[in-house]
Antibody, heavy 116, light 107 residues
Framework: EVQLVESGGGLVQPGGSLRLSCAASGFTFSDYYMDWVRQAPGKGLEWVGR??????????EYAASVKGRFVISRDDSKNSLYVQTNSLKTEDTAVYYC???????WGKGTTVIVSS | DIQMTQSPSAMAASVGDRVTITCRASQDISNSLIWFQQTPGKVPKRLIY???TLQSGVPSRFSGSGSGTEFTLTISSLQPEDFANYYCLQHKNYPYSFGQGTKLEIK
């Protein structure tokens, strides 16, 4: 079964950092680009960023709202995707979803709450 | 950046109704559009990709059309399980962008 399982969410103060993880199984993770998408409470979906595969040099793309603060990475040997979230703001409070490109498989999400 | 304007933001309809949701892109995105369905408390589900290709397992009452800057999602005969939130996403240019969503409620 194709599966994505996120972890690492929690409560963090403004200005703090969190590293979110996503464990993939049931498919050849290394072949795929991977995205992060987030959803603030009661709000719509927001695309956060992408990491390409090794064949495309693991290059990344980011939404303007997180560029310079978030860093997406992956470890194909561990079938894992990560996002290092730094300088967190209250508006970063959201459920963060790990998504396989072409956005056909989604994890259940991990919740990040940025609050003092 | 490309802005996606989705309309309506909310609507009420009855079982059996035909419903259309529209997404307009601020510039030409060719057919690089995906529709998602999200029921409350659930993970988004891809319904349609490449504007009009139905995801495997999605009922044929769902259809998508359009090109360039205007796109529609149509549900030909609403079923109780279709009452949900719907989002479009453009993936023509980075950063990708979602529409603000359409909440489809029971009348």
């Amino acid at each position: 079964e194709v599966q994505l399982v996120e972890s690492g969410g929690g409560l963090v103060q403004p200005g703090g950092s969190l590293r979110l993880s996503c464990a993939a199984s049931g498919f050849t993770f290394s072949d795929y680009y991977m995205d992060w998408v987030r959803q603030a409470p009661g709000k719509g979906l927001e695309w956060v960023g992408r990491i390409r595969n090794k064949a495309n040099s693991y290059t990344t793309e980011y939404a303007a709202s997180v560029k310079g603060r978030f860093v997406i990475s992956r470890d194909d040997s561990k079938n894992s995707l990560y996002v290092q979230t730094n300088s967190l703001k209250t508006e970063d409070t959201a459920v963060y979803y790990c998504v396989r490109v072409p956005l056909d498989v989604w994890g259940k999400g991990t919740t990040v709450i940025v609050s003092s | 950046d490309i802005q996606m304007t989705q309309s309506p933001s909310a609507m009420a309809a009855s079982v059996g109704d035909r419903v259309t949701i529209t997404c307009r892109a601020s510039q030409d995105i060719s057919n690089s559009l995906i529709w998602f369905q999200q029921t409350p408390g659930k993970v988004p589900k891809r319904l349609i990709y490449a504007t009009s290709t139905l995801q495997s397992g999605v009922p044929s009452r769902f259809s998508g059309s359009g090109s360039g800057t205007e796109f529609t999602l149509t549900i030909s005969s609403l079923q109780p399980e279709d009452f949900a939130n719907y989002y479009c996403l453009q993936h023509k240019n980075y950063p990708y962008s979602f529409g603000q969503g359409t909440k489809l409620e029971i009348k």
